[in-house]
């Protein structure tokens, strides 16, 4: 069997791979461009873990938000939902064509000052095709910033799924509790605590690894020196500015995943801790990256980056979802003690427990998340 037919068939529950090559041409070129992109962060990861067997990537036909990782014919696969590629398109696309967001990228002024606020929301890509046409920005340098954001957000996401099969969690779950797939959004409201926290830490380790190898392709992006690093504003070489803008992108990724209204998976019973914790990892991860792989002078830089980029992207949610934002109550909101506690336990959970568990099924050695360090960009 090809791995088309074999991704077919594994999928065919969840909606069955999209057959692209029967798509207009515009929209199997965009498909196949991420699914090269995908194949090049794949061969750089063989790079360095060369005994991890056949990876392959594509896509399913389901309108929703989510992606997946399974095993099957001795071979690994990644599937993006369609949905999950259709909303990032559209609530980027729709926020750079506002003259009122992200106002220090390109000509924002060229764009439309008469778009009213999304409503009617439903987290299914056709539905909400029929409803609301998609945006594209005027400005060309606010095109490349919309392009340049769904590139970051879906290499992130497709850099997590890897990770779920290079350290070994699709292969433990499967062999442990009989997963067979491991989803991004799962309903966990069954499962007992100890089994909501292993897969929490589980998501965790992910997010942290494939932050830690986003921020390494930054560093080698703005060492390469090109001046198409960042067209959309005129600092293009400023690290700070860099970690930024990828921020924004992975906000963005996480409240798509992390909004019940765009999700429909009720965060209390999902996969993933809380959003704020999840902020608060990510950014501590990408931080410790910023100081071990690229220049410890950096991390002011990047610490205040990382929060502008998490005030930029509440700004535009809220102004797109028509809801009030309070700045000055975002600068004064801190992670609740409950928050901290959970990270917490899930850092003594994972290096006390889980990280011997999965390293008999483990082709990379992974890093202990300590608590210093899943706080330490909060």
Request: aromatic share 10%; hydrophobic share 40%.
């Amino acid at each position: 069997m090809t791995n088309s037919e074999i991704f077919h068939d594994e999928t065919v529950l969840y909606g069955g791979r999209f057959q692209r090559e029967r798509a207009p041409e515009a929209v199997r070129r965009s498909y196949d461009k991420i699914e090269e992109r995908a194949s090049d962060l794949i061969r750089s990861a063989r790079s360095v873990v060369p005994n991890v067997p056949e990876i392959h990537l594509d896509f399913i036909l389901n309108g929703k938000i989510n992606a997946l990782a399974f095993r099957s014919h001795d071979r690994y696969f990644i599937g993006i939902y369609t949905g999950t590629l259709f909303m990032l398109r559209s609530v980027i696309g729709r926020m750079l064509s506002d003259a009122r967001l992200f106002r220090f990228a390109g000509d924002a002024k060229s764009e439309r000052d008469d778009l009213g606020p999304l409503t009617g929301y439903v987290p299914d890509a056709e539905v909400m095709y029929k409803k609301e046409a998609l945006s594209t920005p005027r400005d060309r340098a606010r095109r490349d910033y919309a392009a340049f954001l769904q590139d970051q957000a879906l290499l992130f996401l497709i850099g997590h799924e890897l990770t779920h099969i290079l350290h070994g969690h699709i292969d433990y779950l499967r062999t442990k509790r009989g997963e067979k797939v491991t989803a991004e959004l799962e309903w966990l409201g069954d499962t007992d605590e100890e089994g909501r926290l292993e897969r929490q830490c589980i998501e965790v380790d992910a997010d942290r690894r494939s932050i830690a190898s986003r921020i390494d392709s930054l560093r080698v992006t703005l060492k390469s020196g090109s001046e198409q690093i960042a067209p959309w504003r005129p600092y293009q070489g400023d690290p700070g500015l860099m970690i930024f803008d990828w921020a924004i992108s992975i906000h963005i990724l996480f409240r798509l995943f992390g909004d019940l209204r765009f999700s429909q998976v009720d965060p209390a019973r999902s996969a993933y801790p809380s959003l704020a914790l999840r902020h608060a990892i990510c950014e501590g991860a990408a931080v410790q990256a910023m100081d071990l792989t690229w220049d410890p002078l950096l991390k002011s830089s990047a610490t205040r980056g990382l929060v502008l980029a998490r005030f930029e992207t509440e700004l535009s949610f809220a102004k797109t979802l028509g809801e009030e934002f309070d700045a000055a109550d975002l600068v004064r909101q801190r992670m609740a003690n409950s928050d901290r506690e959970h990270g917490d336990k899930i850092a003594m959970y994972w290096n006390q427990t889980l990280a011997d568990r999965l390293e008999p099924f483990s082709y990379e050695r992974f890093v202990s998340p300590d608590s210093s360090h899943i706080f330490s960009g909060s």
